[in-house]
């Protein structure tokens, strides 16, 4: 028999018989391992009908034929090859996923350097492949003869579990009294508590569509547009019908301009074509928030965030691909929502740092958005009143962007009046200079509301030796111990180490007495309370909010009134707007801008920017107060005019001369090891590699040498990091797969992370 003919062992029907054209049908699989290449395998007949890309699939892999999990990609008829695998089984219980996303998928793993199963497992959580099991914790019967006396709860629960178990949290949410008298039966012998394991498992989607019912009407439906709304939407609409085209509109809108009305009406748009849309939101607290608003103008609306149960996100999902669905919102990761006729994508805050993922596959949700509109042929909204400078790059460079413009505000009226203020001269309470203490006195006297903004890094409390100066740091990580006077503590904001304050220097042969040298937010509570005792406040960071339900939930009592000052870090400037707030506050603005990063001037004028438009709401004319050591600093000036183009222009060159983003693409590798010298080691390792392979590729690259990070330390880990910088035409991208290939990103250390477009260069 010659060999091209012999069959494989087993398989039969894959040799081909004499006459017939030799091919095959081939799947190409991303395998949930540790690879970058997708691997082919035959389909045997009897899996043909069920095989399609997205579908997850078990296939052999190695010499040895382990059987592992992977994801069909793509099908194609192949010339017939004795050697190719089969697939084993397809997984009927997956929730397959559109082709596009896939496709998504596949770019996301070149551009960001992760394997492509893992982005797939990262868009297609286990639960979509394995079903969900939950433990809920049940009550059953023990015994049928019940004591003479019973009281009538206990008799009515006992009747319940006659015909079966029972869930203990359904009696307790039904039954007043149920807990107690739960506790009495099983004192009793009458009952006893188990676990259920109930299971779920994500069966086949339903792929027709129910009928659109319509929305309740709402007050915003009657809403006229402005001019500047209605232009905002034409454009928008112009790529929506007759030809759906691709195109990336970047909705700078001010403070106030109604951009949600516009994006609301985009997405109308898009849903009366037969298409559907994704917004995109930067905190989860928003995304239920607005979700909320949402629902009340669209029936077929889901949110989808990572704060959902398994349970509740399969639910959506299942709802989203069986195409009952025509708006998701969500945070960065309903970037790869499977809606199959998508139309819209609208990122909300796209400047927004959290739009950027913290683990691998370390992708930019606004970034991936413009990709799968690109995919979609669709276009992509991207809203903010201070747009990245990634965007305003691209709005110069690129034919596929347009700047849409809102400048005014809906209500009308003078945007707030900034005034900067010296804490440092003239009177003061603690951190709190006295004009901003008389605004504050004005402004809560008139049953408004007000908001104070402190940046914590760096500026929390921090102890120090009175006489040497030697400032208290983490022993972990290095970084700066911060004093929690309520519980007698110094605690590590960055790695969570906490311990008893002590008293001395650390350093034994000064030992002087400790004393605090920064402040923090618990401090200017502490000023606030004690110069206007009767204001009530409201503390938000992340020690008084421990879990996201806490964010939204503090939120929404400053929204009901149920606190005059809202005082925080950063998450302050965030969220929805308050119409009563007519103050905003800036403790400490210097800090902000003398970040060690080179985006630190870019954040901080879009801080201010956004905590100065919280006080525009206010119909009477919002004040906002800056307290700065150097009130005339020129950046400090446009951000409290909100000049954002002249800023735009002033730092855009600054980032021509370093040669950095966006005019450039950098890479960051950090290696991190609980050995020094192994981290050091590897980075080293890595950096040559690269710089052998660079010089190969091209003379446009730029590879750093190692060096330790700017936060050396972090849960017990020595960092150190390689940069690349590089041309944007992909050539970095070319640099890290033949690295990969030839195994120069192997290391010795714990940890290894390329992170592509960094955004935290700390
Ligand atoms: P932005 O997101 O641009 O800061 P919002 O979308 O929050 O602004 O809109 C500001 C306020 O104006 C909201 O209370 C919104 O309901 C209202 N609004 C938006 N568009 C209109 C309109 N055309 N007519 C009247 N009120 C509007
Ligand atoms: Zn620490």
Not at 161 to 172: F, S, T
Not at 600 to 616: M, W, Y
Request: with cysteine.
């Amino acid at each position: 028999v010659p060999r091209s003919t012999a069959p494989k062992s087993g398989q039969l029907w894959l040799a081909p018989t004499e006459g017939t054209p030799r091919h095959e049908l081939v799947a190409d699989v991303a395998v949930c391992a540790r690879t970058w290449s997708l691997y082919s395998y035959a389909v045997p007949p009897e899996l043909v009908e069920r095989l399609a890309p997205g579908a997850s699939v078990s296939v052999p892999l190695g010499r040895a034929g382990r059987t592992l999990d992977g994801w069909c990609i793509r099908v194609s008829p192949q010339p017939w090859d004795q050697t190719r695998k089969p697939i084993l089984a397809v997984n009927a219980a997956a929730l397959p996923l559109t082709a596009t996303v896939i496709e998504l998928a596949l770019w996301v793993a070149d551009y960001y350097h992760c394997p492509p199963a893992r982005v797939i497992e990262s868009i297609a959580p286990a639960a979509l492949r394995r079903g969900v099991k939950t433990r809920v914790r049940c009550v059953r019967q023990l015994r049928r003869e019940p004591p003479a006396e019973l009281r009538e709860i206990d008799a009515r629960i006992l009747a319940l579990l006659e015909k079966e178990p029972r869930p203990i949290r359904a009696l307790r949410d039904s039954q007043r009294g149920a807990a107690a008298a739960l506790k009495r039966l099983a004192d009793a012998g009458m009952i006893e508590a188990f676990w259920c394991v109930e299971e779920r498992g994500p069966e086949a989607v339903r792929l027709a569509s129910a009928p659109a019912e319509a929305a309740e009407p709402c007050p915003e439906d009657e809403f006229t547009l402005s001019a500047e709304q209605q232009a905002a939407l034409r454009q928008i609409a112009d790529c929506l019908a007759p030809t759906p085209t691709f195109r990336v509109l970047s909705l700078f809108g001010a403070p106030g301009s109604g951009k949600t009305e516009v994006y609301v009406r985009a997405i109308r748009a898009a849903v009366a074509t037969g298409r559907q849309a994704i917004l995109l939101v930067p905190e989860i607290a928003l995304a239920t928030q607005i979700g909320q608003r949402l629902s009340r103008r669209f029936t077929r609306a889901r949110v989808l965030h990572s704060g959902l149960s398994g349970r509740a996100r399969l639910d959506a999902l299942r709802a989203i691909r069986g195409g009952n669905v025509d708006v998701v919102i969500g945070t960065r990761s309903a970037v790869f929502a499977p809606l199959e006729r998508l139309g819209l994508v609208i990122v909300d805050e796209e400047q927004e740092g959290s739009l950027k993922s913290l683990a691998a596959p370390f992708y930019h949700a606004r970034d991936v958005a413009i990709k799968r509109a690109q995919l979609e042929n669709a276009p992509v909204v991207l809203g903010s009143a201070t747009p990245s400078l990634e965007t305003w790059h691209n709005l110069a460079e690129s034919k596929h962007y347009q700047l849409l413009r809102m400048d005014r505000r809906i209500a009308g009226g003078a945007a707030p009046r900034v005034e900067r203020v010296d804490p440092r001269r003239g009177p003061r309470r603690g951190l709190l200079s006295q004009t901003l203490l008389d605004h504050l006195l004005r402004v809560i006297g008139d049953g408004g509301q007000a908001i104070l903004l402190h940046n914590r890094r760096g500026y929390a409390v921090h102890l120090r030796c009175s006489r040497c100066g030697l400032p208290l740091l983490c022993e972990r990580c290095s970084s700066s111990l911060v004093l929690h006077r309520a519980e007698d503590a110094v605690r590590c904001h960055r790695c969570g180490l906490r311990r008893h304050a002590p008293a001395a220097c650390p350093d034994t042969t000064c030992g002087a007495a400790l004393e605090p040298g920064g402040l923090a937010i618990q401090r200017l509570e502490q000023d606030l309370h004690a110069a206007i005792p009767t204001a009530r406040i409201l503390r938000l960071d992340r020690d008084t909010m421990r879990r996201r339900e806490d964010y939204a939930a503090a939120l929404s009592r400053f929204e009901r009134g149920d606190a005059d000052v809202l005082i925080g870090t950063q998450m302050v400037a965030k969220g929805l707007d308050f119409p009563r707030v007519a103050l905003a506050g800036v403790l400490d603005a210097d800090a902000m801008f003398s970040m060690p990063d080179f985006r630190a001037a870019e954040r901080a004028f879009q801080l201010l920017v956004q905590v100065v438009g919280r006080a525009g709401r206010a119909a009477a004319g919002g004040v906002a107060v800056i307290q700065t050591t150097d009130p005339e600093a020129p950046l400090l000036r446009l951000a409290c005019d909100a000049a954002v183009e002249p800023f735009v222009q002033r730092e855009l060159e600054q980032r021509r001369r370093l040669g950095y983003p966006p005019f450039a693409r950098l890479v960051r590798i950090i290696v991190s090891d609980p050995q020094p010298a192994v981290a050091r080691d590897g980075a080293e390792r890595i950096s040559s590699a690269l710089r052998e392979i660079a010089e190969r590729l091209s003379a446009a690259l730029r590879i750093g040498s190692a060096e330790v990070c700017a936060v050396a330390r972090q849960r017990g880990m020595h960092r150190w990091q390689v940069l690349i910088l590089g041309p944007k035409d992909g050539s970095i991208q070319r640099l890290l797969a033949e690295a990969e290939a030839q195994r120069g990103l192997r290391t010795a250390a714990k940890r290894c992370v390329v992170d592509v477009d960094p955004l935290d260069m700390m």
